[in-house]
């Protein structure tokens, strides 16, 4: 079972739904979730952080999602910034 809100018929139909994807499709399917996923953990990071320039708040992505020290060498110039994922 995927999803506990969802029937065993309908899931069925989604994992055939899948399956009957070519493998593009499926990376367009994925592409398009990671992208909401970045475009909602953007608009929490500006909700918690009204006062943020656009730079901050790019960082603070970079940190919860590269972690500091990761995230410290691929972009140095975030060094400073404040880990949000404490408040």
């Not at 960082?59 to 995230?71: D, E, H, I, V």
Request: charged letters at 20%; proline letters at 5%.
């Amino acid at each position: 079972m995927l999803s506990a809100d969802t029937t065993r018929h309908a899931e069925r139909l989604q994992v055939n739904a899948w399956r009957s994807m070519s493998s593009v499709q499926r990376a367009q399917l994925v592409a398009g979730a990671a992208r909401a996923v970045r475009v909602i953990a953007l608009a929490g990071l500006r909700q918690r952080h009204p006062d943020a320039s656009e730079s901050e708040i790019v960082a603070r992505l970079a940190l919860l999602t590269l972690g500091p020290s990761l995230a410290g060498r691929v972009y140095p110039h975030l060094i400073g910034v404040p880990d949000g994922s404490r408040d």
